[in-house]
Protein backbone atom coordinates (compact mmCIF):
# COMPACT_ATOMS: atom_id res chain seq x y z
CA UNK A 1 0.00 0.00 0.00
CA UNK A 2 1.34 3.66 -0.69
CA UNK A 3 2.44 5.82 1.65
CA UNK A 4 2.54 9.52 2.38
CA UNK A 5 5.48 11.17 4.66
CA UNK A 6 5.23 15.03 4.33
CA UNK A 7 7.42 17.34 5.95
CA UNK A 8 9.04 20.70 6.22
CA UNK A 9 5.90 23.13 7.17
CA UNK A 10 6.02 25.85 9.71
CA UNK A 11 5.22 29.30 10.57
CA UNK A 12 6.26 31.88 8.39
CA UNK A 13 5.95 35.90 7.70
CA UNK A 14 4.08 37.08 4.25
CA UNK A 15 6.95 36.97 1.94
CA UNK A 16 9.27 34.73 2.95
CA UNK A 17 9.79 30.87 1.86
CA UNK A 18 9.68 27.82 3.08
CA UNK A 19 10.11 24.27 1.33
CA UNK A 20 8.14 20.94 1.94
CA UNK A 21 9.24 17.14 1.46
CA UNK A 22 7.56 14.19 1.03
CA UNK A 23 8.61 10.74 0.70
CA UNK A 24 6.66 8.26 -1.32
CA UNK A 25 6.76 4.64 -0.51
CA UNK A 26 5.04 1.23 -1.85
CA UNK A 27 4.73 2.25 -5.34
CA UNK A 28 6.78 2.44 -8.20
CA UNK A 29 7.88 5.89 -7.56
CA UNK A 30 9.30 6.92 -11.15
CA UNK A 31 6.18 6.09 -13.48
CA UNK A 32 3.54 8.11 -11.29
CA UNK A 33 2.79 11.40 -11.39
CA UNK A 34 2.37 13.25 -8.66
CA UNK A 35 0.57 16.43 -7.05
CA UNK A 36 0.98 18.57 -3.63
CA UNK A 37 -2.35 19.37 -2.56
CA UNK A 38 -3.78 21.92 -0.19
CA UNK A 39 -6.51 22.03 2.27
CA UNK A 40 -7.21 25.61 3.52
CA UNK A 41 -8.99 26.51 6.68
CA UNK A 42 -12.60 26.43 5.43
CA UNK A 43 -12.60 24.95 1.94
CA UNK A 44 -12.19 21.85 0.15
CA UNK A 45 -8.83 20.19 -0.92
CA UNK A 46 -7.43 21.32 -3.69
CA UNK A 47 -4.45 20.03 -6.22
CA UNK A 48 -2.31 22.84 -6.48
CA UNK A 49 0.96 21.78 -8.14
CA UNK A 50 1.70 18.47 -10.20
CA UNK A 51 5.23 16.80 -11.02
CA UNK A 52 4.77 14.91 -14.39
CA UNK A 53 7.21 12.83 -16.12
CA UNK A 54 10.29 13.63 -16.94
CA UNK A 55 10.76 17.13 -15.92
CA UNK A 56 7.33 18.62 -16.40
CA UNK A 57 5.14 20.16 -13.78
CA UNK A 58 2.03 22.25 -14.17
CA UNK A 59 0.53 24.32 -11.16
CA UNK A 60 -2.61 26.06 -10.12
CA UNK A 61 -3.22 29.80 -11.13
CA UNK A 62 -2.58 30.85 -7.36
CA UNK A 63 0.44 29.75 -7.26
CA UNK A 64 2.14 29.80 -9.79
CA UNK A 65 5.43 31.51 -10.35
CA UNK A 66 5.62 31.22 -6.66
CA UNK A 67 5.92 27.55 -6.36
CA UNK A 68 8.05 24.65 -7.84
CA UNK A 69 7.19 21.44 -7.51
CA UNK A 70 10.19 18.59 -8.35
CA UNK A 71 10.64 15.37 -8.08
CA UNK A 72 14.05 13.05 -7.09
CA UNK A 73 13.47 9.57 -8.38
CA UNK A 74 16.54 7.94 -6.80
CA UNK A 75 15.14 8.97 -3.22
CA UNK A 76 11.67 8.86 -3.84
CA UNK A 77 10.36 12.05 -3.27
CA UNK A 78 8.42 15.32 -4.49
CA UNK A 79 9.29 18.69 -2.82
CA UNK A 80 7.86 21.96 -2.92
CA UNK A 81 9.66 25.44 -2.80
CA UNK A 82 6.97 28.03 -1.96
CA UNK A 83 8.42 31.91 -2.17
CA UNK A 84 6.80 35.09 -1.74
CA UNK A 85 3.83 33.10 0.58
CA UNK A 86 0.79 34.77 1.22
CA UNK A 87 -1.72 34.56 4.17
CA UNK A 88 -3.96 32.53 1.66
CA UNK A 89 -1.37 29.99 1.60
CA UNK A 90 -2.04 28.91 4.99
CA UNK A 91 -3.55 25.22 5.58
CA UNK A 92 -2.28 21.64 5.46
CA UNK A 93 0.08 20.23 2.36
CA UNK A 94 -0.32 16.74 1.45
CA UNK A 95 1.76 14.91 -1.37
CA UNK A 96 -0.52 12.24 -3.19
CA UNK A 97 -1.23 10.89 -7.29
CA UNK A 98 -1.87 13.71 -9.38
CA UNK A 99 -4.98 11.87 -10.16
CA UNK A 100 -7.24 9.64 -8.14
CA UNK A 101 -5.32 10.13 -4.59
CA UNK A 102 -5.44 7.79 -2.07
CA UNK A 103 -4.34 7.03 1.64
CA UNK A 104 -3.47 10.27 2.64
CA UNK A 105 -0.70 11.24 4.67
CA UNK A 106 -0.86 13.47 8.04
CA UNK A 107 0.60 16.63 5.84
CA UNK A 108 2.39 19.72 6.51
CA UNK A 109 1.05 22.48 8.44
CA UNK A 110 2.07 25.53 6.81
CA UNK A 111 1.14 28.99 8.46
CA UNK A 112 1.60 32.43 7.14
CA UNK A 113 0.69 35.43 9.05
CA UNK A 114 2.82 38.45 10.55
Known amino acids: QVQFVESGGGSVQPGGPLTLSCVVSGRTFSINNWGWYRHAPGKQRDLVATALGGRRTSYAVSVKGRFTISRDNAKNTVHLEMNSLKPEDTGVYFC????????WGHGAQVTVSS
Open 96 to 103: NYASYPTN
